[in-house]
């Protein structure tokens, strides 16, 4: 699984800065000849072929750190971040607020990472239990005989007895006053009946493009919530966002990883209020009855924008399906 493509900008737009910043750490002294092509070094790299301006006759630990730096791109910052996420959420981007951001990953940076892990980490949960995504009509027989008598006569009392009955050929949706677009979309359900692992692709290629929009939905929330608050800008809760979201991200790699070994692992979702309160509390310095009825308020103002988000994403999903 991959990001989408402006993801994939962003994070490449900031492995570029890091690239710049270790190139800067190990340039020759301005002046001195280019190992390549023997002009006057300015800058880390050659101005006239190009090439590094960098010594490369360094230590076997030098070289190694190094690699183990590029290849994480976090320049020790992980170690600092990581814990404090987990641990002093509030202070953590309470610091990034103040101006405190050198010893601290990019909050984008971290959220695209975390992002990258659930998208992997799911990915590895739906593999190891070798299941197939499968759409299904009330008519399907496997569906009908997973369906006790008693289940049978109340779907049937509250949709009607043809829908208990309904296949794939008899579905006609009727969503809209123009036949075309009626046809349109009976077409693409069709399909995905027919094809079900079109509509999984298309849905996990857009899937990473909806989940970012999960940073503005969860900005305007915030700034809903704290409406009345002096002193706090869109921005603070973009940052706070990022830090929350990663945290969330993280657990839920987590599960998708532990859930590989134990149906339990699913009881470790149970920290996000708690960090969430902690976070919220710390960053905005809220006290508790005004911490949990935001909590309250995020909590809906959140399950309405998923919903949101998941049924935007399946008509996505279904338009562009191959």
């Known amino acids: 699984m991959g990001l989408g493509a402006p993801e994939l900008d962003a994070a490449t737009a900031d492995a570029i800065a890091g690239e710049i910043g270790r190139a800067s750490k190990h340039a020759l002294p301005p002046g001195t000849p280019c190992p390549n092509c023997g002009t006057p ?3 880390p790299w050659c101005h006239a072929c190009g090439q590094k301006g960098e010594a490369f006759h360094r230590s076997i630990w030098h070289l190694a750190a190094e690699a183990v730096e590029g290849l994480t791109h976090f320049d020790g910052r992980f170690w600092q971040t990581l814990p404090r ?9 309470r610091d990034y607020l103040d101006g405190h951001r050198a010893s601290q990953i ?18 590895l949960n739906l593999g190891a239990s070798h299941q197939k995504f499968k759409l299904a009509t009330l008519g399907d027989p496997q569906v009908q005989a997973k369906l006790t008598p008693e289940q049978k006569a109340n779907l049937e009392s509250a949709l009607g007895e043809k829908a ?41 290629q857009w899937g990473h493009r909806f989940a970012v929009l999960m940073l503005p939905v969860a900005a305007l929330l915030l700034t809903l919530a704290f409406a009345f608050k ?13 830090h929350s979201l990663s945290f969330q991200g993280l657990l839920v790699t987590a599960g998708f990883l532990l859930g590989m070994l134990t149906d339990a692992a699913w009881q470790i979702l149970w920290l996000a209020p708690v ?3 902690f976070h919220m509390r710390g960053t905005y310095r809220s006290g508790v009855v005004g911490t949990l009825a935001r909590m309250t308020f995020l909590f809906f103002g959140s399950s309405v924008a998923v919903a949101v988000l998941i049924g935007a994403l399946v008509m996505v999903g279904l338009a562009t399906m191959h």
């Open 85 to 93: 996420l987990f641990l002093k959420p509030g202070q953590l981007t």
């Open 164 to 204: 208990t009955h309904l296949q794939a050929k008899d579905i006609n949706l009727d969503i809209t006053a123009d036949k075309g677009t009626n046809a349109y979309w009976t077409a693409k359900v069709k399909h995905a009946l027919e094809d079900p692992e079109a509509l999984m692709t298309a849905v996990e």
């Open 275 to 277: 960090h969430l309160f």
């Open 106 to 123: 990019p909050p984008f940076r971290l959220f695209l990472v975390v992002l990258l892990l659930v998208f992997f980490a799911g990915g």
């Open 41 to 43: 070094l300015q800058g």
């Open 230 to 242: 002096k002193d706090v800008y869109v921005f603070d809760h973009l940052i706070f966002s990022m």
